[in-house]
């Protein structure tokens, strides 16, 4: 089956200019996750969706950044006013979890956005 | 709060040779942990995982790991190393009582021919 996919693969923008990624989760997953990678580093968490309930806002680095998932399914994540220092790789993840049973943890990852800021 | 940590930056074995990726955790209660893969230019790769049941957890590509609740450590181990796995592995922990995952800051496993 088709895996969690992410577009653009690449993203070059300027300074002050808003940027949207998006992020089309594995059909069924439940949960959503946006990380950021910075060039040979670890991932910081963004921000997390599951189910009905309030997305954990809690990693998102400033008000510049924002994120919506739309029908329980895909997410966009927007920078606005984009700076240099949040040039990166924006990675997103889906998992499967039951309210029911049937929860498996582990997170699926799409190829992610590279971000360059200029 | 919980955390984890992998304590090398890189890791240089043999081709042929056993491999170990170190990591260790701070949680409260029983932690759920992860390990990822990812390869030059692509996304994190599921390898395996503990929630519960055995210590020896077996995964993809011939790895496993085991959960030492005592020294609070999951390394990541395999036999025989070969060079096409070298790449960069992460470990993850639960965040307890969410479904959040916090990641270690990666280790770069490089297997010479």
């Known amino acids: 089956g088709a895996g969690v996919s992410q577009s653009p693969s690449n993203k070059v923008t300027e300074k002050g200019k808003d940027v949207e990624l998006r992020c089309d989760p594995i059909?069924?997953?439940?949960?959503l996750y946006w990380y950021r990678q910075s060039l040979g580093q670890g991932l910081e968490f963004l921000i997390y969706?599951?189910?009905?309930?309030?997305?954990?806002k809690s990693g998102l680095p400033s008000d510049r950044f924002s994120a919506e998932r739309t029908g329980g399914s895909v997410s966009t994540l927007t920078i606005q006013r984009t700076q240099q220092e949040d040039s990166a790789v924006y990675l997103c993840?889906?998992?499967?979890?039951?309210?029911?049973?049937?929860?498996?943890?582990?997170?699926?990852f799409g190829p992610g956005t590279r971000l360059t800021v200029t | 709060a919980q955390s984890v940590a992998q304590p090398e930056d890189q890791v240089n074995v043999a081709e042929g040779n056993p491999l170990t990726v170190k990591c260790t955790y701070s949680?409260?209660?029983?932690?759920?942990l992860f390990w990822y893969v990812q390869y030059p230019n692509r996304g994190l790769q599921f390898l395996l995982k503990y929630i519960t049941g055995d210590n020896l957890v077996k995964g993809s590509y011939g790895f496993e790991a085991e959960f030492n609740k005592s020294q609070t450590s999951f390394h990541l181990k395999k036999p025989s190393a070969l060079v096409s796995d070298s790449a960069l592995y992460f470990c993850?922990?639960?965040?307890?009582?969410?479904?959040?995952?916090?990641f270690g800051t990666g280790t770069r496993l490089k297997v010479l021919a």
């Open positions: 949680v409260s209660g029983n932690p759920y």
């Open positions: 969706f599951q189910g009905n309930s309030a997305p954990d």
């Open positions: 059909s069924g997953h439940t949960a």
């Open positions: 993840a889906s998992s499967l979890i039951g309210l029911a049973g049937g929860t498996s943890y582990e997170q699926y």
């Open positions: 993850a922990v639960r965040d307890k009582g969410t479904y959040k995952y916090i």
